[in-house]
């Protein structure tokens, strides 16, 4: 598996023009340096059940930083977001890193634009879909390496391919 070059992915993330949103770039570094040791605090998560509880602490901040994660809407940055995210989904340098970008992409598939921003569900979608599909063979892949993937990807492939109770072209 080819990994990110971390050092590449911050000098990107630092040269974005982030507008208003001056916080995605930290939570996306975050995303993508997750790791079963990531601290939290003073307190070191270790373990599959940590790394739940870890996934979950960071894709909320990522998701309530280009959104609102409890309202399930996300904010137009979200977009210039999507391929950062994607590359960890697809990159990552630890499997905690790759699986909180796979949930944060399905969380925000099923999320619905904010107010007044409509237009942006489909391009959000659309971006999804894309990623998905190009690289199907490397999201199949990641459920072959991790049992807690299979459902992960499970998840994330039926719901681009498979909408309104009909399949999708692939």
Known sequence: MCYMDINKFTARLDAFNWHNYEHVPSVLKALALATEESTDGIIIIKGSEADLLLNAKISNSVLSTIGNNHGGYYYPVAVDALPFIAEVALYGNHIVARNCAINILIDLYYFCP???????????????????????ANFIKFADDDKRNTSLIHESLMSVFIKDGEANDI
């Open 114 to 136: 904010d107010v007044g921003c409509d237009d942006l569900m489909p391009i959000v979608r659309a971006e999804i879909e894309n990623i998905v599909s190009e690289n199907i």
